[in-house]
Structure formats: structure tokens, C-alpha cells
């Protein structure tokens, strides 16, 4: 069962080959083994799942079942829980139990999918890698000595692994694309404001956008009509019409602009990375596309950008967690003073003290023109260079990583370095534009992944771009040698 896509998974309980409460039992068995080894839950609601697979099965006997009644999924743990622990990877919510579901896994539940557990990832979203969390480092399936990308790592392992058939995400800066790449799975991040963000615990309020890793483009696009829409309870959200995402992911390609964006293919990506992403272009010239060099000269400043723009929204953010009214709190303080400083010192790890750090420097009444409003200047020049570059062309693509998986521990002490693996990702955040990152071939026996991003509420068309180049082509399909078989040792 583990190896089916959730697209296979709908039709095969829907002819009854097997049933959810089975579907849900292997799938849990093979989390249980897996967990030891790889590190991508934080929670798992076995109990509640069970139950969840068991109202499924009565729907489904019943015939009132929907297109997603009885597919499971995971949660990434930064989305909230009702009733189960919700911790952002962090210690400061190691005790956190949320009292209300997040509009995403309320969307979710209601269309009748069964949550397995809740997904490891970097504290509090900060991180490329998943070696911030409280919980210990995610490792990736491809080589457990490496890293899964983050801050989703956990998702995109559990995915990688055939754990969990797919896993909601959230991106920042490019935390659902590149570890999707590194895992060489799908990676779907919406326009900013497609999905609600209520009960999605904040980093950067203007970047932060829930989305999808799993194993096809297909299965993004089954599961996105039912998680996008416009909700009240979330001032960021974007009221516009929802399409049917799987009506349109067999439109021919034939007449498709693709822009190559000049400024992805020159230094700092790995020749072998690159060779990969030219051929896949040649799978889309075969289909009948236009390729056509594009330039956006303010994206290089992305990354700066991004680094005075995100911390200063996290320092913002993350002013709650403060040891008053709920998170962890220090044991026996001196005064109040003292219950904010512990409280917070013990709470947080040290990317995201350095991150808070940062953005109170740039927020502060002598840096705010120098700093912030300059990266909010520039952001709005990277806005306006995708916004040419779609005039021009219907889609982007690129590399998603400038490289494939790197070791664990590789990079934890040089921040800079870290930060460059977002390289490619985070323009599209700045701009708010869809991004999704799709499998493309092997490196050294790791996975890599091809970028593509389309204009403003785009998706449909981003995802009928991937799905035809999963048509043609069977890297998504490919299973880590360690989890390929059915039962795990």
C-alpha cells in the first residue's frame, strides 16, 4: 500500500481492494519503524487516526464519501491541533496543547482525511535543514547521514519515506521547496494568501504561506481544492474563486512560455545540479513549450532581503512567547523581569535568539530607515521584476537548490552559508508568487529538484506544468532503497 500516490490510494478504496482502517494501520506500522531511524514526527495520534479511518469506512459503506474521505496525511507542527500537542519544534511549546484547529487541518478533517501525527521541523519554521527543532535533527531517507531540507523536513522525510503518502507544509523562504528537493518529492507553495493562515503559528507574517509536499503534482492539486479559499478568520486572506485544480492537469503545453531565469544558472549551482535542469527543459521543448532567457536583475538581493524582512516580523512574532500566559515558563522567578528573560532564554535555541536579535536591531528607532524600509524598497523592485517577467512568459524555472542534500552538522556553525541554500526559493516568497518544486533526476545518488513558479494565483497551471513533466518522466516515483520494502525492519 505504502507505495501508491494518493490519487491511487482514492481509487483503490473506492473499489474496496482494501479499507481505510487497514490503509491507516500499515501506514502507522511503518511510522512506528520508521520513527527511530529518521526523526519526522513529534506526535503520533495513532488513536485518534484509527477512529478517524473507522468514520471514513462507515462513509465510504455508506456511500457519502468525498474525493479525500479516508486518505491519510500528516500535519506539520506548526499548524494547531485541537487537543494534540502543538510545539513549532520549539521547547517554548513543549506543552502546548491547542484548543482549536487550524483553518487548514479544519478544511482537511472535514473533507474526511485521517491524520497520522504531527511533523518534526525547524524551530519555530526558522532553518534550512531541520537540525533547529527541540526534538533533534530530521534525517533524510536518501542517506540518513544528511540533511531533509527544512524547515519542513519532517514532512518532506515522511513523504520521501512512503510513511506518510503526504504532509502539509508552510513556506518563508522556501521551507516546503527545498526539502522537497533534498527528498526528492513534490513541493507545492500557493500565491501568498491562497491558503489560510489562522492557526498557522506566525514567523513572518508577509512570507509565511501553508502548502503541500507529496509525492506528484496530482496529488498536490487533489488536495489543495479542499485546503484553499478565502477565510474571514485571517486578515491575509485573498478572497477569490478556488478552480478545479485536477480538471485542468491535462491541458497540452503546446504553445507554453517557459522563462529561464538567467540570474539561477551562473555561479554557486553545481554543474551536475545544472545539467539535470537543462534536460528536463529539453522534456519540455519536446512537448511542444517555448523556452525564452529572462532577467530579473533585483532578484541576487533576495536573500539580503529576505534576512532583514523575516527576523524583523519573527522579533515581532514571537514577542508573545513571553512565560505569562501560556509556553514554557522558568522555575521560580525573582520578578517579572526575570520570568521574561528565563522564560525566554530557556525557550528558544539559538537560531531563532539570533534571528529575534536581528530583527529588533533593524526595527530599532536608529537602523529602521537604514535597514527595513531599504529591504521593504527592494522587495518591492524583485515584486515588480516577476510581475515583467510573466508579462513575457506563463511560467519560471529554475534550480530549486543550489545543491543536493549536504551533511548533518555540515553547515550549523557558519549562518551565512545555511542561509545560501534559499537562494533560489525566497524571491518567489518576496514576491508572493506560486512556486512548486518537482523531481528531476540524481546527483551522487541524492535527489534534486526543478523549480518552476507561475504568476499571482497561478496554481492551476503550475500544477499542470509539473504533472506533464511527471508524465514524461518517472523521478517522482523513485523510493529510498532503506524504505522501499513494505514492512520496515
Keep these: 500500500m505504502h507505495t501508491y500516490t494518493l490519487s491511487e490510494l482514492a481509487k483503490k478504496l473506492r473499489a474496496k481492494e482494501f479499507s481505510v482502517t487497514e490503509l491507516t494501520q500499515a501506514l502507522l506500522g511503518r511510522v512506528a519503524a520508521a520513527q527511530p531511524k529518521l526523526n519526522a514526527f513529534v506526535t503520533v495520534t495513532a488513536e485518534q487516526a484509527l477512529a478517524q479511518a473507522k468514520a471514513a469506512d462507515a462513509a465510504i459503506a455508506g456511500g457519502q464519501a468525498g474525493p479525500l474521505t479516508g486518505l491519510p496525511l500528516a500535519h506539520k507542527d506548526i499548524f494547531c491541533t485541537a487537543g494534540v500537542k502543538t ?47 527541540f526534538y533533534g535533527p530530521v534525517k533524510n531517507p536518501w542517506d540518513l547521514g544528511l540533511v531533509p531540507g527544512g524547515s519542513s523536513g519532517g514532512s518532506a522525510a515522511a513523504v520521501a519515506a512512503r510513511i506518510a503518502p503526504i504532509a502539509t507544509a508552510t513556506d518563508t523562504g522556501g521551507s516546503i521547496r527545498q526539502p522537497a528537493s533534498l527528498c526528492g518529492v513534490t513541493g507545492l507553495k500557493p500565491t501568498y494568501g491562497r491558503v489560510s493562515r489562522f492557526g498557522m503559528i506566525a514567523f513572518a507574517s508577509s512570507l509565511d504561506q501553508g502548502g503541500l509536499i507529496g509525492l506528484s503534482a496530482e496529488d498536490c492539486a487533489l488536495v489543495l481544492g479542499a485546503m484553499a479559499g478565502f477565510d474571514p478568520r485571517d486578515s491575509t486572506s485573498v478572497d477569490v474563486p478556488v478552480p478545479n485544480y485536477m480538471a485542468e492537469l491535462d491541458k497540452p503545453l503546446a504553445g507554453l512560455k517557459v522563462g529561464l ?74 520578578d517579572l523581569m526575570d520570568l521574561y528573560k528565563r522564560s525566554r532564554g530557556e525557550g528558544f535555541g539559538a537560531e531563532v535568539k539570533r534571528r529575534i536579535m536581528t530583527g529588533t536591531y533593524v526595527l530599532s528607532a536608529g537602523y529602521y530607515d537604514a535597514y527595513y ?89 503550475l500544477l499542470n506544468v509539473a504533472h506533464a513533466y511527471q508524465k514524461e518522466t518517472d523521478w517522482h516515483t523513485k523510493i529510498p532503497a532503506a524504505f522501499a520494502a513494505e514492512k520496515l525492519s
Design 261 to 334: 531565469i538567467s540570474e539561477f544558472f551562473g555561479g554557486g549551482l553545481n554543474a551536475d545540479v545544472e545539467k539535470l535542469i537543462r534536460d528536463a527543459l529539453k522534456v519540455y521543448e519536446k512537448l511542444g513549450a517555448k523556452l525564452v532567457d529572462v532577467k530579473l536583475p533585483a532578484l541576487p538581493l533576495s536573500v539580503p532581503t529576505y534576512y532583514v524582512v523575516a527576523p524583523a516580523e519573527c522579533s515581532s512574532n514571537l514577542a508573545r512567547f513571553d512565560g505569562v500566559r501560556y509556553g514554557h515558563r522558568c522555575r521560580d522567578p525573582k
Design 87 to 133: 510545539s513549532c519544534g520549539s521547547r517554548m511549546l513543549d506543552n502546548f496543547v491547542s484548543p482549536y484547529d487550524a483553518t487548514v487541518v479544519e478544511k482537511l478533517g472535514a473533507a474526511g482525511m485521517v491524520m497520522l501525527g504531527k511533523t518534526n521541523m525547524d524551530e519555530f519554521a526558522m532553518g534550512s535543514s531541520n537540525e533547529t527543532s
Design 373 to 461: 524600509l531599504k529591504a521593504q524598497r527592494v522587495r518591492q523592485l524583485i515584486n515588480a521584476d516577476f510581475r515583467r517577467a510573466f508579462e513575457q512568459v506563463d511560467v519560471l524555472i529554475g534550480p530549486t537548490a543550489p545543491d543536493v542534500a549536504f551533511a548533518i552538522g555540515a553547515k550549523a556553525d557558519d549562518p551565512i552559508q545555511m542561509y545560501l541554500n534559499d537562494i533560489y526559493t525566497i524571491g518567489a516568497n518576496l514576491a508572493g508568487v506560486p512556486g512548486i518544486s518537482v523531481p528531476c533526476g540524481f546527483v551522487r545518488g541524492l535527489p534534486v529538484g526543478m523549480q518552476i513558479c507561475g504568476p499571482h494565483f497561478g496554481e492551476s497551471r
